[in-house]
């Protein structure tokens, strides 16, 4: 690609990832209010490098910057607070031009030594669960003070995709060191309830599990369609309202602009009503049981640790059932543990088609012919999550196998499953980055956290998924990671469901709010109609 078809092309991709469409004139837009919204649950963690919870995730984008900041279709790259990149040809370095008179959100500049104590910070070992996403990187250099090279200790094909996701945003060295505090998680700790950033908006309120408000960062960098600093809204209130009932009813009577993770089986219904804007964003959302597959669990023999059982509980759950009654059909099977949109998925075929005879040779084989007793945790209050559970109750019991709903609130859900304190757990999941380098480390690798905490480990997957960070040949990375899933899918500790659709309901007042696949909640461009 010639330097200038890039600027062409990055320019194209800026205006498109801020959700701006031609036909929308400058002079529609309008500026100023609050928009609230409804989320289903609260963050707990607002500092970038060591969250590990979507909660948090899809907030932080909204508070921090990234050198490099995903495309709307969340399969490429565009510019964020770097302006330009450049790869050494043998794959070992990356420069990147600064972007001129930026500024955090308490008004100091931001300078090439943020920029590297970020990055040199996100990078080292044992700073956060993602720290693996910037192994690679060994040093960063100042060429001068609006150029830095990131200098790796071997070549890594998801660099660039890397500088897109959370735990590499670019944080103020001298506002975070001066937080109270020994350790650097300390530090964290503290700077996390008052952050300070470069996003589009700063945390101005904040009642744990209640309310959360952002205002506008008065020194953020980008424009908007009238030529004046970004964001457009005054403020956004996120009220948290666990229950997808209540959460509806407050949408329909106006108390809330927007709400997330709508039901499915509401979806039809919301669609009919005039007021609002039903919208099912593309996503790399893959729901899925997790087991624990430790030998015991309580000091008794744990029946989930043996492979034969985990492949009976896929062969009894009807996919096709569990998808038409919780997603309505808008739900589809999963080829893989990762979704179809995730780059690198090599299935080719729904996994497990449903075969209850089958199962129930499995059962015995693994020495269950009567089956067991197990549970099952979910979030408290949500419509899908009971369903599918009441529905896999059901299948399972087709084999003797006894489950227990446990509806637990989010925050013990959390607690329970970091600590591996949990029998199975329903859980959805996004990708963060244009990499199957993510989940196969969150889910495969047993070097992170465990595969899901489960206890799941294979050497062969931990192999490859450590050759996979360091193979430039694509043709060799894809390969690697087709064996990676090929073992995960036939011996994981996972029943994959369904992959879907992330729905989101919207007052018709409300403008250009994206999702993107990778999940970020993207405000930067939103306004309110006024009435």
């Known amino acids: 690609m010639t330097a200038l078809s890039k600027i062409t092309l990055i320019a194209l991709l800026t205006a498109s990832a801020l959700g701006l469409s031609a036909a929308q004139a400058a002079d529609a837009v309008q500026r100023g209010g609050t928009l609230v919204y409804g989320r289903y649950a609260d963050s707990t963690f607002l500092e970038p490098v060591f969250n590990d919870s979507n909660n948090d995730i899809w907030i932080l984008s909204n508070l921090y910057d990234t050198l490099l900041e995903p495309t709307r279709d969340g399969k490429g790259v565009e510019p964020g607070l770097a302006t330009a990149w450049q790869v050494a040809g043998d794959g070992k370095s990356v420069t990147l031009t600064l972007r001129p ?31 693996f996403m910037v192994s690679a990187i060994d040093s960063v250099t100042i060429k001068d003070p609006q150029t830095v090279v990131i200098n790796l200790s071997h070549p890594d094909p998801a660099i660039l995709t890397a500088l897109t996701v959370f735990n590499t945003s670019i944080m103020p060295e001298k506002a975070f060191e001066a937080a109270p505090g020994s350790t650097d998680r300390e530090k964290a700790t503290a700077f996390a309830e008052h952050p300070v950033g470069s996003g589009p908006f700063v945390l101005k309120a904040w009642q744990h599990n209640s309310t959360m408000t952002l205002t506008r960062n008065p020194y953020y960098w980008r424009k908007g369609e009238d030529g004046k600093a970004l964001p457009y809204l005054d403020n956004i209130t996120f009220e948290i309202v666990p229950d997808d009932a ?89 080829t893989s543990f990762m979704s179809t949109s995730t780059p690198l998925n090599s299935g080719t075929a729904p996994l497990y088609p449903v075969d209850v005879a089958k199962a129930k040779t499995l059962m015995k084989e693994a020495g269950y012919p009567s089956g067991f ?53 329903l859980s959805p999941w996004t990708d963060d980055i244009a990499d199957p380098n993510e989940i196969a480390s969150y889910f495969a690798y047993s070097k992170n956290i465990d595969a899901l905490h489960s206890g799941w480990k294979n050497d062969q997957v931990d192999q490859l998924f450590e050759a996979s960070q ?15 899933q090929d073992i995960y899918n036939s011996t994981g500790p996972t029943v994959p469901l369904y992959e879907s659709s992330y729905p989101v309901a919207l007052k018709k007042s409300v403008h250009d709010f994206v999702q993107i696949p ?11 109609s006024k009435k």
């Open 101 to 131: 008179g930026t500024r955090f959100s308490d008004g100091s500049p931001i300078t090439a030594q943020d920029v590297k104590w970020s990055l040199e910070r996100a990078s080292k070992p044992g700073n956060g669960i993602w720290q």
């Open 373 to 425: 007793s197990t549970s099952l945790m979910i979030l408290a209050g949500n419509e899908d999550d009971i369903s599918i559970a009441t529905a896999l109750q059901q299948m399972w019991s087709q084999i003797g196998v006894t489950v227990t709903i446990s509806q637990v609130d989010n925050a013990t859900r959390t607690e329970r499953y970091r600590k591996g304190d949990f029998n199975m757990r």
């Open 246 to 334: 209540t959460r509806i009813l407050k949408l329909q009577s106006g108390e809330l602009d927007g709400a997330e993770f709508i039901p499915y089986s509401r979806v039809n219904e919301l669609k009919g009503q005039p007021s609002l804007n039903m919208v099912l964003y593309p996503s790399t959302r893959v729901e899925y049981a997790s087991m624990n597959v430790r030998p015991q669990i309580d000091g008794k023999p744990n029946p989930l640790a043996q492979p034969k059982v985990r492949q009976a509980l896929n062969y009894a759950t009807d996919k096709e059932g569990v998808i038409q009654l919780v997603t309505y059909g808008i739900g589809k099977p999963m």
């Open 470 to 484: 360091k193979e430039m040949d694509p043709v060799k990375r894809a390969a690697d990671y087709k064996q990676i």
């Open 518 to 528: 990778l999940g970020n909640n993207i405000f930067t461009a939103t306004w309110l």
